[in-house]
């Protein structure tokens, strides 16, 4: 997957918009963000999901997904591989994810 499918993806988030936070592109819904492109690099994502809905993201797709570093990844913060990300999965990560942060359950 490319950076470029992966932001058209999040804002079809309804109510989805891009902004940037820390020099890379972010994406927010109510003025929250529930995902960002390019951290730590290019090469990543990341979606920020409760703990328990990030544990089973890592459990069925750990070559897709892996924890944050720090208290991030262990509040739900969780990074995505580009290369490996799967459309199908993605799309559901970035539902739960900018539901959680709307309900103020996200990272």
Known sequence: MTA???RKMALEI???????H??????RVGG???ATLMYPSEKWGMVKLTPEAQADFLAKEPKMF???NGVWG??????VLLAAAKV??????????ARSVAAGKGS
């Open 14 to 20: 309804p109510g989805a918009v891009e902004s940037e």
């Open 22 to 27: 820390m020099d890379h592109p972010d994406f």
């Open 4 to 6: 470029k499918t992966f």
């Open 74 to 79: 262990k509040r739900g913060a969780t990074n």
């Open 88 to 97: 199908g999965v993605l799309r559901v990560a970035l539902k739960i994810a």
């Open 32 to 34: 929250k963000i529930f």
């Open 66 to 68: 892996r924890a944050c």
